[in-house]
Structures are given as C-alpha cells and as structure tokens.
C-alpha cells in the first residue's frame, strides 16, 4: 500500500526558510510525479510545485525564485526548500504523487507551516 508522510513543517519568522521531506512507500515512487500543494483557510488547495520522474519541474509563480523541489530516487523521498518565507506562505502543505500513464494518485496527511510577520 502507498503511504506518503511529509515532516519538516513548522513556525518561522518572515523572511526565514523551511525543508520539507515526503517519504514515499512502495516501488513506484520513480515513476511518480511529485508534488506539493498547500491549503490556506478559506483557501482552495493550490499547486506549489511539482518534479516529474525525469527531474523536469515546474512552480507557481507566487514561489519562483524562492522555493526548490527536488527529488531522491534512491530514498523514495521528494524535499521542497523554502527560503525568503512570508506570511502568505502559511498554509498546511500536502504531498502528492501522480502517474502520467494512469489517473492514480495519493496525498500525504499535510503538515503545518506558519510564517509570522
């Protein structure tokens, strides 16, 4: 069975940067596209960035230049650093693994980041 659990959330201070880890169980992850999304209240759940399984990546345009997703095959893991945070980055961040060849897909259980003015 497919199990993604983010960790690294947590409180920062504007301006302040946070790693974010998804494990990933199961052999499929190098196939996947992962991504990670985020949920501010009241907000619908956007997309943050995603990498696809040959390493190609693509952001939103509100974190360009500020966040990095990248990828290990070997650890079954996908990272997403954030630098430069600011307060409108507060949002519970989920992970997510697609497939290009079916309509599969799983989502990690969030974890919270706050960022303080």
């Known amino acids: 069975q497919v199990q993604l659990v983010e960790s690294g959330g947590g409180s920062v201070q504007a301006g302040g940067s946070l790693r974010l880890s998804c494990a990933v169980s199961?052999?499929?992850?190098?196939?996947?596209?992962m991504g990670w999304y985020r949920q501010a209240p009241g907000k619908q759940r956007e997309l943050v960035a995603e990498?696809?399984?040959?390493?190609?990546?693509n952001y939103a345009d509100s974190v360009k230049g500020r966040f990095t997703i990248s990828r290990d095959n070997a650890k079954n893991t996908v990272f997403l650093q954030m630098s430069s945070l600011k307060p409108e980055d507060t949002a519970v961040y989920y992970c997510?693994?697609?497939?290009?060849?079916?309509?599969?897909?799983?989502w990690g259980q969030g974890t919270q980041v706050t960022v303080s003015s």
């Open positions: 997510r693994m697609r497939f290009v060849f079916n309509t599969n897909n799983y």
């Open positions: 199961g052999s499929v992850f190098t196939l996947a596209v």
């Open positions: 990498i696809s399984s040959g390493g190609r990546t």
